[in-house]
């Protein structure tokens, strides 16, 4: 039962944090390889995943959250790319749990910068 809860949990801090960003946009921003409004990932998938990108072009990640939904693990990347130790912990996650990506800013060219609404993905075999 209280595995059905994280998720919701999270989506809701989310939903907090995102009140601090005065310029949020819906556009998405989603792991290499899938696309945007997935909510599954295969463990090899994210394992091998390099990066984070964005839906629409002419965007640029500038940094992001991830959180682990079923274990207390947070780590803030500046820029697209997942590091070798990104990886070693993706290793921790198992099938069924939750990995949680937030506070993703952008900017488009040189504008602004703006926050890219969240995302989040399940683990699965």
Do not use: H, W
Request: net charge positive; proline share 4%.
């Amino acid at each position: 039962m209280r595995l059905s809860i994280i998720p919701i949990l999270i989506l809701l801090s989310s939903e907090l944090s995102a009140q601090g960003c005065q310029n949020e946009i819906k556009i998405r921003a989603f792991i290499e390889g899938l696309n945007p409004g997935d909510t599954i990932i295969s463990s090899k998938k994210l394992l091998t995943a390099q990066e984070m990108v964005v839906e629409s072009n002419g965007y640029k990640i500038l940094s992001f959250t991830a959180t682990f939904g079923n274990c207390p693990v947070e780590f803030s990347v500046t820029g697209t790319k997942f590091s070798d130790a990104n990886r070693k912990l993706f290793e921790r996650l198992k099938p069924g749990d939750y990995i949680y990506f937030s506070d993703i800013r952008a900017r488009f060219n040189n504008g602004p910068r703006l926050c890219l609404k969240s995302a989040y993905y399940r683990i699965v075999e």
